[in-house]
């Protein structure tokens, strides 16, 4: 079955350490996508990619990096600069053009 | 400034019976509005989407509807199961493309048995 998967589904943060969410999709989508939410707020975007080696920064890009090496990955680094990390990360794909977005399952971020 | 508004912010119903929830909204240019489900711990999965001549979409016990004069939609849910217990998130989407959704901060549905 195509879809997205996102992995770790839990991961950990030591202060100043960076950390990297992995996004795959099988769905042969253009576009891909990294939101953020937090609890009693709408999904924030961080960054989107429509095309392999670009991407454009989102609404709250400051404290993240991201890569499109492959049209199916589109990886997500929190680094020491992104003060508040603890989140739920969502990836997202969809095909160009203003089309309905297919999720992942998230990656649950936390500080220890 | 863009803005989608839901309610109400939370809901409790007994299964079997229906429910209606709400999504004003503010964005401009208008292009499609979306409805999604998401499952506690899980990913938005789409169950409608309306662009501006559509008046009303079903998908299952689901019936979206749109006024895009007034700027509000509502989801009804048609004899509510235990499953639709989640968070249902309103999604507005600007002409000026697929980067520019603007997302409710939805609103969570309690079915009780």
């Known amino acids: 079955d195509g879809g997205i998967t996102q992995s770790p589904k839990y991961l950990f943060r030591k202060e100043g350490q960076n950390v990297t969410l992995s996004c795959e999709q099988n769905?042969?989508?253009?576009?891909m996508y990294w939101y953020r939410q937090d609890p009693g707020q709408g999904l924030r975007l961080i960054y989107y990619s429509q095309i392999v080696n670009d991407f454009q920064k989102g609404d709250i890009a400051e404290g993240y990096s991201v890569s499109r090496e492959k049209k199916e990955s589109f990886p997500l680094t929190v680094t020491s600069a992104q003060k508040n990390p603890t989140a739920f990360y969502l990836c997202?794909?969809?095909?160009?053009?203003?089309?309905?977005?297919?999720f992942g399952d998230g990656t649950r971020l936390s500080i220890l | 400034k863009n803005q989608v508004e839901q309610s109400p912010q939370s809901l409790i119903i007994l299964e079997g019976k229906n429910c209606t929830l709400q999504?004003?909204?503010?964005?401009?240019?208008?292009?499609?509005l979306r409805w999604y489900k998401q499952d506690t711990g899980r990913g938005p999965v789409s169950l409608t989407i309306m662009t501006f001549s559509e008046n009303t979409k079903s998908n299952g016990r689901y019936t979206a509807t749109l006024d895009a004069d007034t700027k509000q939609s509502s989801l009804h849910i048609t004899a509510s199961q235990l499953s639709d217990s989640a968070s249902y998130i309103c999604v507005v989407s600007a002409q000026s493309g697929y980067s520019t959704l603007t997302f409710g901060k939805g609103t969570m549905l309690l079915v009780s048995p």
């Open positions: 997202a794909s969809s095909t160009l053009g203003n089309q309905p977005q297919h």
């Open positions: 999504c004003n909204y503010t964005v401009s240019p208008f292009s499609n």
């Open positions: 769905l042969n989508h253009d576009a």
